[in-house]
């Protein structure tokens, strides 16, 4: 069966330094609700992603970093 298509990140209305610290500290107040927090890594993840195909390559090493620290924030990661 198809997986239903994800909206695309939407254009960040903040710097993105400011977003990714803000997503990291709302993800680990959220990491008790498993389904939330997994959530909530994937958009991440890809906010990462589309910004740096966007063209807009900053700081993308720095930001490639900040993404994967999702991954030290400890909770059940469920993959179907």
């Known amino acids: 069966m198809e997986q239903p298509r994800r909206r695309p990140p939407q254009p960040l209305m ?3 330094d400011c977003w990714i610290e803000r997503k990291l ?3 680990d107040a959220i990491k008790s609700d498993d389904e ?4 909530l890594e ?3 993840r890809k906010q990462v992603l589309h910004e740096i ?3 807009d390559f900053g ?3 720095a930001w490639a970093a ?3 620290q999702t991954g030290e924030i400890d909770f059940d990661r469920w993959c179907a």
């Open 53 to 55: 195909a966007s063209g």
């Open 66 to 68: 900040k993404a994967l």
């Open 59 to 61: 700081e993308a090493t």
């Open 14 to 16: 903040e710097p993105f």
């Open 36 to 39: 939330r927090a997994h959530s």
């Open 42 to 44: 994937d958009d991440i």
């Open 25 to 27: 500290s709302e993800l």
